[in-house]
């Protein structure tokens, strides 16, 4: 069955960096685009960057330039480089398949349990 498992949150001042990441299996991951999202307390959760399965990549506009979202398919994962963290990115992030090899905003309804950002001085 489809799995999603996302690490590497944790606590951050404001202005430093973490690297995300989401083990997938039970798919074939090269051929998905994914995406990751994130929901921050008392809000809906929200796509923050997407790649298909050319790595062609989007993001959200209050992360571009800060964020770059790769994947390794031969390790069936996937990653987000987030750098010149905010206050504002304090959020569960998860990662997400879509139901094909492209960006159609059509996602699969399989989420992992999150990993925790949380940026504070």
């Known amino acids: 069955q489809v799995q999603l498992v996302e690490s590497g949150g944790g606590l951050v001042q404001p202005g430093g960096s973490l690297r995300l990441s989401c083990a997938a299996s039970?798919?074939?991951?090269?051929?998905?685009?994914m995406g990751w999202f994130r929901q921050a307390p008392g809000k809906q959760r929200e796509l923050v960057a997407g790649?298909?399965?050319?790595?062609?990549?989007n993001y959200a506009d209050a992360v571009k330039g800060r964020f770059t979202i790769s994947r390794d398919n031969a390790k069936n994962t996937m990653y987000l480089q987030m750098n010149s963290l905010k206050p504002e990115d304090t959020a569960v992030y998860y990662c997400?398949?879509?139901?094909?090899?492209?960006?159609?905003?059509?996602?699969?309804?399989?989420w992992g349990q999150g990993t925790q950002v949380t940026v504070s001085s």
């Open positions: 039970g798919f074939s991951f090269s051929t998905y685009a």
């Open positions: 790649i298909n399965r050319d790595s062609m990549t």
């Open positions: 997400r398949r879509e139901s094909g090899g492209y960006l159609l905003g059509k996602w699969d309804d399989y």
